[in-house]
């Protein structure tokens, strides 16, 4: 089973992003809800500069969230790839599209080469 290697899951509202995401850094998210204590991954994404100001953009849509925090924004665009592509892409997410690079960057993802 695929694993997001995330803390959490924790309450996707302000006081719990700011309680739990205390560094202004690059990282990862999921957001989903909690079905019999199981974490259903229900959106991946990422930020490259600041994750608890981008989760605070979800707040309202959905009920839990989890997070890791990254070494670069290129670590975190990898993870993200690795996240949409084990979690069921735009089939089973609802992410609209495969994760997109940042605006001058040309990473590939690591596992489809998009």
Known sequence: MASLEMEGPFLLNVADID??????????????????????VKYVGRSDDDLNDRLKDHVGNYKHFKFSYATSPKAAFEKECRNFHDFGEVKKLDNDIHPDRPDGAAWK??????
């Open 109 to 114: 993802c690591p596992v489809c080469g998009q």
């Open 19 to 40: 309680k739990n995401v205390t560094r202004t850094e690059p990282g990862n998210y999921a957001l989903g809800y909690l079905d019999e204590k199981v974490f259903r």
